[in-house]
C-alpha cells in the first residue's frame, strides 16, 4: 500500500499494455512508468512485467512484477498459476501445453504418436503436412533466436487445447520478425497425436475443428467435480479459510488407504485439513475426474505434482470419492491409486443409499456385468449375455449383421492386445425397471506399452442378472442412445 501511495504522489504516468492471459483471472502486461511527464527523454524511466491475478470479486488477489527482460519467467509464473486455478480440471493438458512450447523454444520437438496428424490450414504457406516439422527446423535456420509463447488460451479440455502462439526472432541478416498463429494441439497420453496451424483471422474455424473432436471425448461433471475442483483451487493458493469454507462442518473424512486407516469428524477433519498445508509449497495438486453418480457424488484421481522440478514428478497420488451437500464437501473417502475397484464400490453404495435410485436393481446387474468384463471372464460372459440380441451404432462397425457372438469375439480381440483392459462406468445417463444407458470408459496398456482410453455409451437391457439387449454407440451419439431407450421403454 505504501508503494502504491507512492506511485500515486509522482507527477508522471504509467501505461500496462496486455501481453498474454490465462483464463478471467490473469494477465501478463507490459509495465512502464516514467516520473514526470514533463520531462520528455529526461524523464525517468522504469520498466517491467507485471503479472496481475484477481479473486471472485474481480479485486485484485496479487500482483507479481519482473524485470522486463525476465519473459521466460514471467510466463512461467502465469502458467502455474493457471494450472492450479481455472484449469485445474485440465492440468495436465495444460502442462503438455506449456512444454511443448518450452521445447520449441529449445530447438527441440515435443515428443509425438507415430501417426501424429499435421494440417497446416494457412493461406500463403509452402508447408505441406509431411513437411512441418522441416518447416519448423528451417524457421530456427532462419531466425535462430525464434520465440514463440501462448497469448490465450480460447479452449481447453482434456482432449488438448486452441491457442493463440505469436513467434517473433531476429533473422541472419539482421532484420526483426514476428507473427501470430492460431494452433490446435491434442494429445494421447503424453504425446501430440494432432497439430494443426491456422491464421489468426482464422480462429473460428479452428474452434469449430476443437469443438467437432471434443464432441468424441468424455465430459465429467457435477457438483462433486465443481466443489472438489474448487477445493483444490484453493489449495494450491494456500487458501487455508478456502478450503475450510468450502466444507460442510457436519462431513468426515475417511482415510482407506493402506497404512494410514485414519478417519476423522467434526473438529478432527479440520484439522486434518489444516494437516494438508504442511506439504511444501512447490506441491500442486490436479484432479481428474473420473465418474460420477447423480448430482451429488463424483469420484476422482488426485494427483500433487512437485513443481520445483522441471519435470513435474507425481508425490502422491490417490483416488477420491466426494459427496456433497448444498454445494459444499461433506463426505470424502480416500483409497490408494491402484484401488479402483474398491472406489467404485463405494461410490456406488453411496449413491444407493441416497434413495435417488429407483431401481438399484438395474444399478446392482450392471455393476456385476462390468466385474465380468474386468475379470476377463469369457466364460461367465458368455453365460449372462446368452441369446441377447445386439446391435452397433458405432461407425467403426463391421455391418448391420452383428450379433453378440461378434462382440464377444472382439472383446476377446482388445483384451489380447490389451493385457490389463478393464471397463469403468463413468456416468448412469439414465435408467428404469428394465435397464439403463451408461457412458463407459475402456481403459489399458496395450502389450507395446501404449496408454488407451476409448469412450463409449452403451444402452443395456436386464432380466434378472442376464442381460437380454445391448446397443454400443459412439460418445457423441448420446442423444441417439437415449431416444432408443425411450423407444425401447414405451408402453406396448
Given amino acids: 500500500m505504501a508503494n502504491l501511495r507512492a506511485m500515486a504522489e509522482m507527477k508522471g504516468y504509467a501505461t500496462s499494455t496486455a501481453i498474454a492471459i490465462r483464463g478471467e483471472r490473469l494477465v501478463l502486461s507490459r509495465l512502464l512508468m516514467l516520473a514526470d511527464r514533463d520531462e520528455g527523454a529526461e524523464a525517468f524511466r522504469a520498466e517491467g512485467l507485471g503479472l496481475t491475478e484477481i479473486n ?25 498459476r493457471y494450472v492450479v486455478g481455472e484449469a485445474a480440471a485440465h492440468s495436465h493438458t495444460w502442462s503438455l501445453i506449456a512444454q511443448t512450447y518450452a521445447a520449441f523454444n529449445r530447438h527441440e520437438l515435443a515428443p509425438t504418436t507415430p501417426d501424429w496428424v499435421r494440417i497446416d490450414h494457412r493461406r500463403g504457406i509452402a508447408s505441406v503436412p509431411d513437411d512441418m516439422e522441416p518447416y519448423i527446423r528451417a524457421a530456427w535456420n532462419v531466425a535462430p533466436n525464434v520465440k514463440v509463447y501462448v497469448e490465450a488460451a480460447h479452449r481447453l479440455s482434456s482432449l488438448g487445447a486452441v491457442v493463440t502462439a505469436p513467434a517473433y526472432g531476429t533473422a541472419e541478416e539482421g532484420f526483426d520478425a514476428e507473427w501470430r498463429e492460431v494452433h490446435l494441439l491434442t494429445f494421447e497420453g503424453d504425446l501430440i497425436n494432432r497439430c494443426e496451424l491456422f491464421d489468426e483471422a482464422d480462429i473460428d474455424a479452428a474452434l469449430a475443428q476443437f469443438d467437432e473432436l471434443n464432441q468424441h471425448v468424455l465430459q465429467l461433471e457435477n457438483a462433486a467435480i465443481r466443489a472438489w475442483s474448487r477445493l483444490a483451487d484453493a489449495f494450491n493458493r494456500r487458501d487455508m479459510a478456502g478450503v475450510l469454507g468450502l466444507t460442510s462442518s457436519d462431513g468426515q473424512v475417511d482415510d482407506r488407504r493402506k497404512g494410514i486407516g485414519a478417519f476423522h469428524a467434526g473438529a478432527e477433519r479440520q484439522k486434518a ?66 484401488d479402483i475397484n474398491g472406489a467404485f464400490d463405494e461410490l456406488t453404495a453411496r449413491w444407493i443409499a441416497s434413495g435417488e435410485v429407483a431401481h438399484p436393481e438395474v444399478i446392482e446387474a450392471a455393476c456385476q456385468m462390468n466385474d465380468v468384463y474386468n475379470r476377463h471372464d469369457w466364460d461367465e460372459l458368455a453365460t449372462r449375455e446368452a441369446d441377447a440380441t445386439y446391435v452397433n ?88 442412445a437415449l431416444a432408443r431407450f425411450e423407444e425401447l421403454n414405451r408402453p406396448t
Fill in 393 to 480: 451404432h458405432r461407425q467403426l462397425t463391421s455391418g448391420d449383421t452383428e450379433t453378440i457372438v461378434d462382440h464377444w469375439r472382439s472383446i476377446r480381440a482388445l483384451g489380447s492386445l490389451i493385457p490389463d483392459l478393464r471397463v469403468e462406468l463413468a456416468e448412469i445417463l439414465t435408467l428404469s425397471a428394465a435397464g439403463l444407458v451408461n457412458s463407459i470408459v475402456v481403459k489399458g496398456t496395450t502389450t507395446e506399452g501404449v496408454a488407451i482410453e476409448l469412450p463409449a455409451v452403451t444402452l443395456l437391457l436386464f432380466d434378472g442378472n442376464r442381460t437380454v439387449h445391448m446397443e454400443a454407440f459412439d460418445i457423441d451419439q448420446r442423444d441417439l
Fill in 273 to 338: 485439513a489444516q494437516a494438508l498445508f504442511v506439504a511444501p509449497d512447490s506441491w500442486h495438486m490436479e484432479i481428474e475426474p473420473v465418474a460420477i453418480r447423480g448430482p451429488r457424488l463424483g469420484l476422482t484421481r488426485d494427483r500433487y505434482r512437485d513443481t520445483a522440478e522441471s519435470d513435474r514428478p507425481i508425490t502422491v497420488e490417490l483416488l477420491t470419492v466426494t459427496e456433497v451437500d448444498d454445494d459444499l464437501v461433506r463426505d470424502t473417502v480416500l483409497f490408494d491409486a491402484g
Fill in 56 to 80: 471472485a470479486d474481480n479485486r485484485v488477489a496479487s500482483r507479481v512484477v519482473f524485470d522486463i527482460d525476465d519473459f521466460d519467467t514471467a510466463m512461467e509464473e502465469l502458467d502455474a
